[in-house]
Structure formats: C-alpha cells, structure tokens
C-alpha cells in the first residue's frame, strides 16, 4: 500500500531527487532515536532542484506494543515525531508513513487520524491483523497451508516484519517440495530464524509446551547464537505474569478452561470486575492482563490451561532465583538456564504438576 501511495505521489514530481525513503524499522531505543532523526533530516533537505518533495518513512515498527515499542526512550521520540509532523507545510512536503504492527491505544495514532488522511488495513483479529490478508494471498500463491496454530507462530517469531515473513513462507515452500503442502510448526522452528523482539520466542514457547526435550532443544538453539540468557529470563517473567492472572481468573470461573476458548466478552466482564486494581492507566504491560488484545490471550489459554495456579508462582520465583544466579556466573548462563528448564519442567521436580496435586 505504502509503495503505491508513493508512487501516486511521486507521478507529478520534477525529478527523481525529490523522492527519499527513510526506514522506521527499530528493534532498540537507539534504532528509534535513528529512525526519528534521519526523518527530521529528509523533511529539512530541500529537493536539489526545487519543488515539491515525497517522503517515505516505511517499516515502522515501533508504535506496536512491544518491549521497544513500550520503553520510556520510544515514548519520547513518539512526542518528537509528533512535534515534526506538526511543522510539515503540505504545499512543500508530502509524507507517507507506513507502520505494522501498531498499538491503536496510543494518542499518536488518534493524532493522526485526526491530522491526516490516516488508513487501516486488516481489521480486528489481534495485532497481525493488517499481515493476514498478505499471508493468505502468498499461500494460495504457493500452494501452501498451515498446519493449526503454525501461522501464528511464524508471525510471532518473525517479529510481525511483513518482508521478512513472505520471504520466509516462500523458503519453507521451497524446501517442502513435493513432500506435501502442510506447514507445520517444526518446520517453523527448524527453518526460520529469529527476528527482533522474537528471538526469544522459540525458548519462550517451548518452555511453556511443558516438553522438557524441546525446551532444552530451544535453550542449546539460544546460546548456539551467543545470545545472553537475562533477555530470556525477563521474556519469561513476562509470560508469567500473564499467565497467572490467566490462571486466576480461569480458576474464579471468569473466563472458561481449556485451549482458546476466550473470548471478548468474557475477558470484558472480569475486566468490569477487576480492572479497578490496576489503576487508570490502559498502557500495554504484561503486569495488567485487561491492556492486552483477546487475540493474544486465546493464544496465551492453552499454557495457563496446562499449568496450575502454584505451578506458575513457583516458575516466578525459580526466574528470580536464575537470573541472580546469571548475576554471580555471568560464564555459565547456557548451564543456569538449563537448569532452571530441568527444574521446572521434569517430572519429579518438585515444581512439577504432580507435586501441586500432593500437596
């Protein structure tokens, strides 16, 4: 869409020279503090031969509810980014700004909305929404399906990059071959590298898979990358948090067990109930469940519905107690995180499910 808009806008220009592309994708704060100003910059670049100038900021990422997306240093260059488009004269400067995912509860959204001709692709089934359509179209394209659930775990371990995931698709078609046309998550996890914010996904969801030879299959994955281990460890506290009060809430029978079976109107509900213990505030964190979307609550279902109410505290501490223990052997993190798998997820640990039904 981006790049149609572009070249509309570019049909009439005087020279090639007055079109520039800016990339808006970010992974840290840095990145964002870089993306923000190499726009300030195009915007105050005046065309080498006059006239009228299009920019493109494409791939902005970091407007979506993401540990980047949701850090104090991005909130900051959102007000910058605002205070810039503020001072475009539209009769010098056209800009195009295309961004996925996004969080829709920011006030920079509805700013633009309101200040701009603002358009939303995909609609209403979670924050890939705007990617689903594409994801489709490539599949019908390639003669491919997911198996249930591999979807979504491709998107989510990709980071959402609409690029780097039809790329992607069309790998997994290639190597499949005549072999059949089901994408199955295995050949997600053993075939798709890890993205931005994702590279902690595949740890993360085999942790919660409670199958204690492909979490420990994830870990030697993680650290063959040289990847430190305090990201994992906070990626699932984060998890955690969340799933607790999942749990909770299935165990009040506020919203119902088993798989996904949430849905919105039951998460509305126990959100009339019990939100008022959160405060006022509806910025996206994993400490209050009602600031997430539904879409990735059902996904969450199926590791809370597999885990009692004890089994996930207990996982809370033993990360506490993992990551201090990083702290003090900073050389031997591959062996604490293995450890820490070993401990919660085998059977006769005493974290294990069999020993919440004992006590």
């Known amino acids: 869409m981006g790049k149609s808009i572009l070249a509309e806008k570019s049909r009439d220009l005087e020279s090639e020279f007055s079109q520039e592309i800016v990339a808006g994708a970010a992974n840290t704060v840095e990145e964002v503090e870089i993306a923000v100003a190499q726009l300030r910059q195009a915007l105050q670049t005046l065309p080498l031969f ?41 009769e010098n400067v056209d800009l195009v700004i295309t961004a996925f995912p996004v969080d829709r509860r920011r006030s920079f959204l509805r700013w633009c909305e309101k200040n701009s001709d603002f358009h939303m692709t995909g609609g209403g089934r979670g924050a890939d929404s705007a990617i689903i359509p594409l994801i489709e179209e490539e599949c019908g394209r390639l003669g491919v399906a997911f198996e249930e659930g591999a979807q979504d775990y491709l998107v989510e371990k990709l980071g959402g990059n609409a690029r780097l995931i039809v790329e992607e698709l069309r790998k997994l078609s290639s190597y499949m071959g005549e072999e059949g046309n089901v994408i199955r998550k295995i050949h997600i996890t053993e075939l798709v590298p890890e993205f931005g914010e994702g590279k902690f996904f595949e740890a993360v969801e085999a942790f919660y898979s409670a199958d204690i030879e492909r979490a420990l299959e994830a870990v030697r ?21 969340l799933l607790i009060q999942l749990r909770a809430l299935m165990g009040g029978g506020e919203i119902p067990m088993g798989g996904r079976q949430l849905n919105p109107s039951s998460l509305e509900k126990a959100a009339n109930i019990y939100q008022k213990h959160f405060g006022e505030s509806r910025e996206k964190r994993n400490f209050n469940l009602f600031s997430q979307s539904p879409w990735y609550l059902r996904h969450l279902c199926a590791d809370a519905d597999r885990f009692s109410l004890k089994n996930l505290i207990r996982f809370q501490s033993a990360f ?39 006590d």
């Open 50 to 90: 006059g006239g009228k100038k299009v920019i493109w900021f494409k791939e902005v990422n970091f407007l979506a509810d993401s540990i980047t997306g949701r850090a104090e240093g991005t909130r900051i260059q959102v007000e910058n980014l605002q205070l810039i488009l503020e001072q475009i004269d539209p």
């Open 320 to 358: 506490v107690c993992a990551f201090e223990e990083i702290l003090d052997r900073a050389g031997e993190q591959e062996e604490t995180v293995r450890n820490l798998f070993v401990r919660c997820l085998s059977r006769d640990s005493p974290y294990s499910q069999e020993s919440y039904e004992k």
């Open 221 to 241: 994955r993680h650290f063959f990358g040289n990847r430190d281990a305090r990201g994992l460890i906070a990626s699932l506290q984060g998890r955690n948090r």
